[in-house]
């Protein structure tokens, strides 16, 4: 039987969490990946999902997903290494490969598994990694898993990364790995600075583009927008994003993606995505492949709305995408803000620590290209209206 001090310290752990408004519950929603979400019966503008590119409801995805359950049934019924493959899994990574300019790609069930196979498999305990700050969780969790020393530089400061990689210079192998978007931030990663580095300290260089696709580079990603493409040794992407469905895929050369597949424990035991899911992400990747100027819109309709907040007085970082932070301080302001917004029919995530630094609570924007000009009138007007009350 469970002794009842165990209880008594988790009830004392959740009682800390409430009383410091951090205790996390899964909202009462629906329809939450849709652009009018109903939040406790109401429906609301989403600006939280990241559902960027409108795709997730696209009349097409559904049809290929369908299509895709109609013929291959609901489950994988195994892992892909076993019985769990289908001709359109081959086929969605022979296109990704292609879209993005690389070898190979392979698919994981979830961008967070993907994270966790790359540094499982090329990391071990004589590899250092070197990890912006701000970096995901997923990729925090795969270094832990691995064994690898981590060594973490301040975010986006490129002096303090060349100091720690000089002093482990004389390391047995090194690894960078960043987010080219932060997703609490929206701001971008100064990948050239980094890709220089990298040639300098011999370094296996992984990019975690899952904000960025769809949305940047055509929808390939900032390596792409960038042209450093060739200097990149791992592409991570997600398709649970700008692609509007599930996964995650990892792109590179051939040798590469053949290691990933034969070492990735977060591959090699679990079983496969669905059909439907892959139906979707073909269907999603054949659209942002045909015509990525959903992504363009997005991105200028973005810089509109962060001019137009700081403009108001509200601090939005250094955003650069289509995610806007607007950093309130103290995490009961970010709730109220949070519910002043409900009120004017707009649903937007109020971030607290752990997730953000400690008195860095926000409202964290993520726009997507169907908004219309009604729409970000809407927001304009909500957003004017806070400032208002809080002064
Ligand atoms: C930068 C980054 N990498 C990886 C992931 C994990 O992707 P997924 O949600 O597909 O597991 C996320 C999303 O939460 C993310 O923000």
Redesign the pocket.
Known sequence: MTPKSFYRRIEGELADLENSSLLREVPDMDHGAAKEIVFKGRDLLNLAS?DYLGLAMDERLIQASAEAVREYGCGAAASRLVTGNFRIYDELERELASFKEQEDSMLFT??????LAIMDSFAGRRTIVFSDKL?????LDGIRMSGARHVRYRHNDIKHLKKRMESAKDAQSRILIT?T???MDGDLANLEEIADICDFYDTMLVL?E??AEGVFGGGKGIAHERGIVDRVDLH?G????GFGS???AVSGRKELISYLRNKGRSFIFTTALPPAVIGANLAALRIVADDSSRGAKLLEMSRGLKNYLEFCGFDCGQSESQIIPVILGDNETALAARDRLIEEGIYAAAIRPPTVPEGTARLRLSLRADLTEEDLQKIRNGFAGLKAGQE
């Open positions: 990241n979830s961008g967070y598994a993907a994270n970096n995901h969780a997923s990729i987010d978007i932060f997703s975690d899952a904000h991570m997600a398709f649970s994003k599930l996964g995650g």
